[in-house]
């Protein structure tokens, strides 16, 4: 099995005269070395979505303190920086909640002038931000991945698992689990039946529902990372989940394939941004420049198993990832998906459905 956390980069000197002190150091593949900054730095993140060894060699490095805390969801970290009393200075959130966030004038622009890793990012990545933040001016893409199918190859073959017709196949009935998320379930539904992702009309989220109410009876149920071991223990067939946690499952079971299907995905991105009631600015910007190096990018992805914008990373990875199209998905892949964008109050018809396809 794969590494799951490599070996820390650093080196500690304990210093004889007068009285001992530890120094730290990084290897930095960009031979970037940061200042004494100081102060705290508070993050809002998703969980288990960073190697945490990072932030303590970011603290022993800059001598600022950082305070992680950790995000259920987008709308979940929305309430959070909408808070009078909000702290965060960092935050994950999804490309079509960024894009609410620049309409709702809720983030600062970033100096790239203080993010000098910037130029790390491959210039596609950066195209498809640039659809729901144009010129990437609010936020840099942090992790991005796609959405498929996880199946078990032992009862699963590669033929049905094409298609977003398998999840509604009922020779798998009971073995069959979906991710317990609005946009995500109803839009594979959407998809399968040949509409768009962002669809904002109200038959088509309809038929999508009454298709998902269906599927129903089928279902081992609706999941999040509970899935993954139901799946790594063989207890299913298939279900739906993103790119970075199929591959920690494939990772632990060899008889585990991922399927972007023909009818395509959503392809997503988790960028980094900037609240712009934020305090700590410097902390900030040094922090986004600290994952942009590309050795700690590549020793963060490592970890996390989600694929890196970063092209310097990309650059030092090994076979596992960049052959691996799970992690690394081709270009004829890639023109079949396409990203989330706010829906504004269209929303509300998509939740309503949604509830209906909970309650049945």
């Given at each position: 099995m794969k590494k799951f956390i490599c070996v820390l980069i650093a080196t500690v000197v304990l210093a004889t005269v007068g009285c001992s002190?530890?120094?730290?150091?990084?290897?930095y593949a960009d031979g970037d070395q940061y200042e004494q900054i100081g102060g705290e730095l508070n993050i809002l993140n998703w969980g288990e979505y960073i190697d945490p060894e990072l932030i303590t060699l970011f603290e022993q490095e800059t001598g600022v303190k950082v305070t992680y805390s950790e995000m259920t969801s987008n709308e979940d970290m929305l309430i959070k920086l909408s808070s009078s009393d909000s702290i965060y200075d960092l935050c994950f959130p999804s490309e079509y909640i960024i894009e609410q966030m620049i309409?709702?004038?809720?983030?600062?622009?970033?100096d790239m002038s203080k993010i000098p890793n910037s130029k790390n990012i491959a210039a596609d990545k950066l195209k498809i931000t640039d659809t729901f933040d144009p010129g990437n001016k609010y936020s840099l893409p942090y992790m991005w991945g796609t959405v498929g199918i996880l199946y078990n190859t032992t009862m699963v073959d590669e033929q049905t698992a094409s298609s977003w017709n398998a999840l509604w196949n009922e020779s798998y009935s009971g073995k069959i689990w979906m991710y317990d998320s609005v946009r995500d379930s109803l839009g594979v539904s959407l998809l399968r039946l040949g509409y768009d992702l962002n669809t904002r009309n109200e038959d088509e989220v309809a038929a999508a529902r009454d298709e998902l109410i269906k599927q129903r009876p089928l279902l081992a149920g609706y999941g999040t990372d509970n899935m993954r071991d139901e799946m790594i223990n063989g207890n299913a067939a298939m279900c739906l989940i993103y790119s970075g946690?199929?591959?920690m499952c494939m990772d632990s079971n060899e008889d585990l394939e991922f399927s972007v299907p023909m009818e395509g995905s959503n392809v997503w991105f988790d960028n980094v941004v900037i609240p712009k009631n934020a305090t700590n600015i410097e902390a900030a910007h040094a922090f986004i420049n600290f994952l942009n190096d590309g050795q700690i990018a590549m020793r963060n992805t490592e970890y996390i198993y989600y694929s890196t914008p970063n092209q310097a990373a990309m650059d030092r990875l090994d076979t596992f990832y960049t052959e691996n199209e799970t992690y690394n998905p081709t270009e004829e892949t890639l023109e079949r998906c396409s990203v989330f964008?706010?829906?504004?109050?269209?929303?509300?018809?998509f939740n309503d459905a949604w509830k209906q396809v909970k309650i049945n």
């Amino acid at each position: 099995m794969k590494k799951f956390i490599c070996v820390l980069i650093a080196t500690v000197v304990l210093a004889t005269v007068g009285c001992s002190s530890k120094t730290v150091t990084a290897e930095y593949a960009d031979g970037d070395q940061y200042e004494q900054i100081g102060g705290e730095l508070n993050i809002l993140n998703w969980g288990e979505y960073i190697d945490p060894e990072l932030i303590t060699l970011f603290e022993q490095e800059t001598g600022v303190k950082v305070t992680y805390s950790e995000m259920t969801s987008n709308e979940d970290m929305l309430i959070k920086l909408s808070s009078s009393d909000s702290i965060y200075d960092l935050c994950f959130p999804s490309e079509y909640i960024i894009e609410q966030m620049i309409a709702s004038d809720m983030l600062q622009p970033l100096d790239m002038s203080k993010i000098p890793n910037s130029k790390n990012i491959a210039a596609d990545k950066l195209k498809i931000t640039d659809t729901f933040d144009p010129g990437n001016k609010y936020s840099l893409p942090y992790m991005w991945g796609t959405v498929g199918i996880l199946y078990n190859t032992t009862m699963v073959d590669e033929q049905t698992a094409s298609s977003w017709n398998a999840l509604w196949n009922e020779s798998y009935s009971g073995k069959i689990w979906m991710y317990d998320s609005v946009r995500d379930s109803l839009g594979v539904s959407l998809l399968r039946l040949g509409y768009d992702l962002n669809t904002r009309n109200e038959d088509e989220v309809a038929a999508a529902r009454d298709e998902l109410i269906k599927q129903r009876p089928l279902l081992a149920g609706y999941g999040t990372d509970n899935m993954r071991d139901e799946m790594i223990n063989g207890n299913a067939a298939m279900c739906l989940i993103y790119s970075g946690d199929a591959l920690m499952c494939m990772d632990s079971n060899e008889d585990l394939e991922f399927s972007v299907p023909m009818e395509g995905s959503n392809v997503w991105f988790d960028n980094v941004v900037i609240p712009k009631n934020a305090t700590n600015i410097e902390a900030a910007h040094a922090f986004i420049n600290f994952l942009n190096d590309g050795q700690i990018a590549m020793r963060n992805t490592e970890y996390i198993y989600y694929s890196t914008p970063n092209q310097a990373a990309m650059d030092r990875l090994d076979t596992f990832y960049t052959e691996n199209e799970t992690y690394n998905p081709t270009e004829e892949t890639l023109e079949r998906c396409s990203v989330f964008h706010d829906l504004g109050d269209f929303i509300e018809v998509f939740n309503d459905a949604w509830k209906q396809v909970k309650i049945n």
